[in-house]
């Protein structure tokens, strides 16, 4: 069987155990050789300790371990019988913030570590708000140290609050929540029986579980092109590089860029230069073509139909790593991307950005030590790049301070195209996640969402079919319009007679229903009615993406579970969906022959046992504050 690669990093603050917890994984999983438990017993034997010191596994300068925190990333590799893992250990204290960058910068997932004593720090929002910005798509909070504070739920649930609450700021599409202890190994491998009260997987369960393999971008076709290979006496030249994007097969049409002449792949090497018929993202390979085309390091090759952009003006986010030199307006440096260098000056300085609060200081005139910020560019010649939140690899760059030679500063390009618009990019983009269309302009409306006669929200019910969701929300609607609050009930059944009429119930066709649903939602949500959604929506994957659509336009959404037993559901089965189901007649029906997958963290989960749908309809708007 064919493992696939996870790349995590670890983040938080200084003494929240990070290290320890990789060690921990590291042990119990039993991926330490015995040469490596040696020396683990021997140095923490000679260190005064009575038992290893797993934090030993990954510290591994001399003044890591003589001041016992992590300054450099160190890297480990292990792997289980479902995954491979690359495990980059990053530093907490906060001169080292710019290793952290380095260490999430290729990483798919981030475990952000909080001690349960002190809860969410700076640190904790520096580091979850760096990882959201450099693209990590998966974000664990794993809440350590809950020895300490006597395994208490509420603790837990303080915390996850309070992160969850500043993550609705943040791009994430993942969101998950962990009590552990990374010293005694709880829940970190094994469960733990101090905390029955959490109902979710081990750290290495949920690690082996995640969802990775839709983040890779195989759309957008780019060879940034490192190395040109021409061997002794062949007249044939390939090109080398690591694949940024996209497929490469053999007969496909490219263009090389930025000449703009266009050829065709021939062959395909792999590592060891073996032949192989196709090539995809991540992969180091070379690449020969049917014609003789001038192309030489720093060029890309991509599809003549999806090119990159070629600009000389360009906004991006950055990262100041320097302690000696400051941001500003006017500045000059050298800028590299992923196989290209020029010149740059950065012409503007937009707008700093408050960690704490992610509110833009635009009065600000500088950035320093750590501070992250928004800029304008300008390059001396046009540089091909793709926004960041597209391609991690064309849409990254670091800044070089030229007459000291040292990285002052890691930058991730925003969508900066000719004709494109701030509403564009940040209102359209960023909240559906989709590329905008070149010739399609976001419109901004003159009515400010404050304006409107009261500020509109989404609920969201999800639960099997028969669970009662639409009872309760045609009975939420009811009480809210009583009530004086404009409500709009969205029941799947009454769309699909229109909006998703053409729609049937495949994987992808319910993965489109629930985007166009949370769409009109989030438009009713944005005009200030209360949007009630009754929908199945079996998938944790396609919720999380509606709670960020909300989450991208700052719009409140709460997600409800009615949790009614599917025994219950069958027993009610009020349109003899399940009859059908059971004799086959309706296939990958949810619950019997297609999963539910519930809830982690819903906002409010309801049971049969909680009164008729008036009752549970009033406790509804009671908990989630709709109550005039």
């Keep these: 069987m064919r493992r696939n690669l996870l790349r995590l990093a670890t983040a938080g603050s200084v003494d929240d155990g990070k290290s320890t917890l990789i060690g921990r994984l590291l042990f119990d999983s039993k991926s330490l050789f015995t040469d490596q438990l040696d020396a683990l017993e021997r140095v923490s034997l000679a260190r005064g300790s009575g038992q290893p010191d797993l934090a030993l596994v990954t510290d591994g300068l001399r003044a890591e371990r003589e001041q016992g925190i992590t300054i450099d990333v160190a890297y480990r590799y292990f792997t289980t019988p ?16 710019r290793n952290m960058v380095t260490g999430a910068s290729t990483a798919d997932l981030a475990l952000i570590l909080v001690d349960a004593r002190k809860g969410v720090s700076e640190q904790t929002r520096r580091h979850a708000f760096l990882s ?5 798509g998966h974000l664990v909070l794993c809440v350590n140290k809950m020895d300490l504070v006597d395994w208490s739920e509420q603790r837990f649930e303080e915390i996850r609050s309070e992160f969850a609450d500043f993550a609705t700021k943040l791009d994430v599409g993942d969101l998950s929540f962990l009590p552990l202890s990374a010293l005694h190994g709880d829940n970190v491998v094994d469960m733990s029986e101090h905390t029955p009260w959490y109902p ?25 092109v490192q190395y040109v290979i021409r061997p002794h006496g062949e007249s044939q030249r390939s090109y080398a590089g690591t694949i940024a994007g996209g497929i490469f ?4 049409e490219v263009v090389a860029l930025p000449s703009g002449r266009t050829s065709h792949v021939t062959e395909i090497w792999g590592p060891g230069g073996s032949k192989i018929d196709e090539a995809f993202a991540g992969m180091a390979v070379s690449l020969t073509l049917d014609d003789e085309i001038d192309i030489g390091r720093g060029d890309m090759l991509a599809r003549p139909g999806n090119q990159p952009h070629q600009d000389r003006e360009i906004d991006a986010m950055v990262c100041w790593f320097s302690d000696t030199a400051q941001l500003r307006a006017g500045n000059d440096y050298s800028i590299r991307t992923a196989t290209q260098n020029s010149k740059v000056r950065v012409t503007e300085l937009d707008y700093r950005l408050d960690v704490n609060t992610l509110h833009r200081q635009t009065e600000a005139d500088q950035l320093a030590l750590n501070d992250i910020g928004r ?4 390059t001396r010649q046009p540089i091909m790049f793709d926004p960041y939140r597209d391609n991690r690899a064309t849409g990254s760059f670091i800044l070089v301070d030229e007459t000291t030679n040292q990285t002052v500063a890691a930058g991730m390009i925003t969508a900066r195209t000719p004709g494109l618009t701030e509403a564009t990019s940040d209102r359209g983009h960023r909240a559906t996640g989709r590329r905008p269309r070149a010739n399609v302009v976001w419109h901004n409306s003159a009515v400010e969402r404050t304006q409107r006669l009261s500020e509109g929200a989404t609920i969201w019910l999800t639960g099997l079919s028969g669970s009662g969701k639409s009872s309760i929300a045609v009975e939420l609607e009811r009480q809210l319009i009583a009530s004086g609050r ?7 059944d009454n769309l699909r007679h229109g909006l998703t009429s053409n729609l049937g119930f495949t994987d992808e066709d319910r993965r489109e229903n629930i985007r166009r649903v949370s769409e009109t939602a989030a438009l009713f949500a944005d005009a200030g009615t209360i949007a009630i959604v009754s929908l199945i929506s079996p998938f944790r994957e396609q919720r999380r993406d509606a709670r960020k659509l909300h989450a991208g336009k700052h719009l409140p959404f709460h997600e409800i579970f009615v949790d009614t037993p599917l025994e219950e559901c069958e027993l009610r089965d009020p349109k003899g969906l399940y009859k059908r189901a059971r004799s086959g007649e309706l296939p990958e029906f949810t619950g019997i022959s297609s999963p539910y997958e519930r809830p982690e963290y819903a906002e409010l989960t309801i049971t049969p046992d909680q009164g008729t749908p008036a009752d549970v309809a009033l406790r509804i708007r009671t908990e989630l504050g709709f109550i005039s």
Excluded: C, M
């Design 249 to 252: 097969k053999p007969g496909d």
């Design 200 to 224: 979710g997987p081990t750290l290495l369960r949920h690690l082996e579980e995640v969802h990775i393999a839709s983040d890779r971008n195989l759309i957008d076709t780019r060879l940034p």
């Design 486 to 492: 404009p409500a709009y009930l969205l029941d799947g």
């Design 375 to 378: 800029v304008t560019l300008h």
């Design 132 to 136: 959201s910005l450099l693209g990590v």
């Design 82 to 97: 479902r995954r491979k893992f690359i495990i980059a250990d990053t530093p907490g204290h906060v001169q080292y913030t």
